[in-house]
């Protein structure tokens, strides 16, 4: 049984910084590509962060680049989020999510469930 389990959530003033994490289990971990989603209040889930396999790639949304830096650790079968100069539209629930593919950023096998993140002004 595959589980994500997302801590690291809470609450921050704008310009501030947290660092999620994700513990993964039930998988061969260092065989998928991981991810990060993020959906705020009334409006659709949405793509944040992925890293492949290996590490060796990431990709970003244009609302996040140069802030937030999103790691793997296959030994300890754990991804990392870090958020800096967090804003208020950062707000939301922040999900992990297993890609399908060890290398290719598409259809989502498994989402964790989910930590909240509030920015204040």
């Known amino acids: 049984q595959v589980q994500l389990v997302e801590s690291g959530g809470g609450l921050v003033q704008a310009g501030g910084s947290l660092r999620l994490s994700c513990a993964a289990s039930?998988?061969?971990?260092?065989?998928?590509?991981m991810g990060w989603f993020r959906q705020a209040p009334g409006k659709e889930r949405e793509f944040v962060a992925a890293i492949r396999w290996n590490g060796g790639s990431a990709r970003y949304a244009d609302s996040v680049k140069g802030r937030f830096t999103i790691s793997r650790d296959n030994a300890k079968n754990t991804i990392d989020l870090q958020m800096d100069s967090l804003k208020p539209e950062d707000t939301g629930v922040y999900y992990c999510?297993?890609?399908?593919?060890?290398?290719?950023?598409?259809?989502?096998?498994?989402w964790g469930q989910g930590t909240q993140v509030t920015v204040s002004l």
């Open positions: 999510a297993t890609f399908y593919s060890g290398n290719y950023f598409g259809d989502v096998a498994y």
């Open positions: 039930g998988l061969t971990f260092g065989s998928y590509a």
